[in-house]
């Protein structure tokens, strides 16, 4: 079995869990206001006594952990898994936080997905319960037949009026559920954060953390851009009792998406509070941006352009007094150049900072962007534990040594769950240090900063060359008539591959293939321009604004209009 470390205290070892974490806080400022949703603002208190009742109700069904850590291989666990199908809402944070607390790992249940996906789904996590929306109870009950192990159903009422399904639980029912006779259990830093990826490249994987782990990589326990590292319960009080109050976020991103977790638990651990839109299935951006003049919130994250340039849209043809919003926080998606000068043009003092991170590395690298401040496009400032190693696994590199495998050492996740072949190799070990490798090529700098270059898994080989999805996507965004863009590629009789564009032009905008050529080479060399550009009416996303690639192939491989060159 492999060892993972905890911070040690006057020689008594500190090992963070999520439940305490947020149970800290809640002792430390019990009537501050954790989240703020339609009528409802919850303190922490209140939200606390929540948590309780759907901690003490899993615990009643026999859920919690069965095997403990140290006696399993990274890629195993040894606790019981609750699903969260939900859209955003106080019932999300809480059953995530309860299920820590029951010792039962929930993971998130992407709520886009049809059917067979999210039979899939379940069928590999091997869920034994089930925290859903009512909307979503008709796909729940068309394949829980076929799983045998999904015993527990728990669905949240949320005004579709579909009926509590045979053998469901209310949620709100349960978040009273009294502690059982035989008490509850003590949670542990060992016990797992699961994480399912996205599925936009292939299968989506569980990506297991230990819980200290990933809250000291990327949910408050190191506060990043610059913070003091905590090293127990004591100092994570002290610190929301300096900061109680100040930190708040506006949430628009899905909380089954990782940053959205990673940025409502940094809020979290200083005391701050989280406003969720009221409307959490349609995007509205001018009700959002009016609840952001209300509640004067500090900080809005948002994925990329899909989440940006729609609030940018409406910023500059609306009237909002932003003057309490200092700071939006990217990641999980590109924000392109256009919508980033935009944005800081629309809002002078605002401070934009690009987050690089993935999953199975928890936060690795950012870059600050503000009104009049030049910032290389794709290129970041690393965190002390994240570097790039050699193509060949076989070496660290430093600056100046060129490119390789952007990679980030020690808290790192303990596998995937079921896969000990994938575990292994994305988790390597070189001169003796435990990496996280999960397949995105960088450069490494001379000036010690990196340039991001791309996935791998959505790298396009035209013509002998090696193309970054990613970079082309920036340059054809450049045009102003591009409202969104993915790139892909297509087989191609001359190059092998060719480069495809599929775009969604801007209302009331034109361009033709020429002109997004032309745009594209102030930005690119000439061989990676797209081939092709396909125009589409809506490009398809993630609920959270990454790019889906299989959608975007399957455009390409439907058409063969348009092609250049």
Request: proline share 5%; hydrophobic share 40%; net charge negative.
């Given at each position: ?444 700098l001379a000036d010690g900063r990196i340039e991001l270059l791309g996935r791998d898994s959505v790298t396009i080989n035209s013509g002998g060359e090696k193309i970054f999805a990613e970079e082309v996507e920036r340059a054809v965004a450049s045009h102003p008539a591009v409202y969104d863009v993915v790139v892909t590629g297509r087989p191609s009789d001359r190059w092998g591959n060719e480069v495809v564009a599929i775009i969604e032009l801007a209302e009331h905008h034109s361009a033709t293939d020429a002109e997004l050529a032309d745009a594209c080479r102030a930005h690119i060399a000439d061989y990676k321009i797209p ?35």
């Amino acid at each position: 079995m492999e060892a993972f470390g905890t911070l040690s205290i006057m020689g008594s070892p500190v090992s963070f869990n999520l439940s305490t974490v947020f149970r800290t806080v809640a002792e430390t400022v019990p009537d501050n206001e954790v989240l703020i949703w339609r009528d409802r603002r919850l303190t922490y208190a209140a939200m606390d006594a929540r948590v309780d009742g759907v901690a003490h109700y899993l615990v009643s069904q026999g859920l919690g952990c069965h095997t403990e850590r140290d006696q399993l291989a990274g890629h195993q666990s040894g606790q019981d898994h609750v699903g969260l199908y939900l859209r955003n809402g106080n019932e999300y944070l809480e059953a995530m936080i309860g299920g820590y607390r029951a010792r039962v790992a929930p993971f998130n249940v992407n709520y886009r997905y049809v059917e067979e996906e999210l039979l899939y789904l379940l069928a590999d996590s091997g869920a034994k319960a089930l925290v859903y929306a009512a909307e979503f109870a008709p796909h729940v009950q068309a394949i829980r037949g076929r799983l045998p192990n999904l015993t527990v159903l728990i669905q949240v009422a949320d005004g579709s009026g579909n009926e509590l399904l045979p053998d469901a639980v209310d949620y709100e029912s349960i978040t009273a559920t009294t502690e059982p006779a035989a008490g509850m259990p003590t949670p542990s830093g060992d016990d797992l954060y699961i994480l399912y990826t996205g599925g936009t490249t292939g299968m989506p994987k569980g990506v297991l953390w230990r819980q200290h782990d990933i809250f000291m990589s990327a949910m408050g326990g190191r506060p990043f851009p610059a913070g003091t590292t905590l090293t127990s319960y004591e100092d994570l009080a002290a610190q929301v009792t300096a900061n109680a109050g100040t930190r708040s976020l506006l949430l628009i991103p899905p909380l089954m998406h990782g940053a959205a977790q990673w940025a409502t638990f940094n809020s979290i651990t200083t005391g701050g509070w989280i406003a969720i839109p009221d409307d959490v299935i349609r995007f509205d951006a001018d009700a959002i941006l009016r609840l952001a003049e209300r509640e004067r919130v500090l900080g809005i994250p948002v994925v990329g352009d899909a989440i940006a340039r729609p609030l940018v849209d409406q910023i500059e043809k609306g009237s909002y007094d932003l003057s309490g919003l200092l700071a939006m926080t990217n990641g999980g998606a590109p924000l392109s150049p256009t919508v980033r000068d935009r944005l800081l043009t629309a809002l002078p003092n605002l401070m934009i900072l690009d987050a690089v991170g993935a999953s199975e590395s928890g936060a690795q690298m950012t870059m600050v962007a503000t009104k009049g401040a030049q910032a290389r496009t794709a290129t970041f400032t690393p965190l002390a534990d994240t570097t790039v190693v050699s193509a060949d696994f076989s070496r660290v590199l430093g600056p100046g040594d060129g490119e390789g495998w952007l990679a980030r050492r020690e808290l790192v996740p303990l596998g995937y769950l079921g896969d000990a072949e994938k575990t292994a190799r994305t988790f390597p070990t070189i001169e003796g240090v435990r990496w996280s490798i999960p397949g995105d090529k960088a450069n490494y700098l001379a000036d010690g900063r990196i340039e991001l270059l791309g996935r791998d898994s959505v790298t396009i080989n035209s013509g002998g060359e090696k193309i970054f999805a990613e970079e082309v996507e920036r340059a054809v965004a450049s045009h102003p008539a591009v409202y969104d863009v993915v790139v892909t590629g297509r087989p191609s009789d001359r190059w092998g591959n060719e480069v495809v564009a599929i775009i969604e032009l801007a209302e009331h905008h034109s361009a033709t293939d020429a002109e997004l050529a032309d745009a594209c080479r102030a930005h690119i060399a000439d061989y990676k321009i797209p081939k092709a550009f396909v125009r589409t009416a809506k490009v398809v996303r993630s609920p959270a604004g990454k790019a889906d690639y299989r959608w975007a192939k399957a455009m390409a491989m439907g058409s063969t209009a348009d092609a250049t060159g």
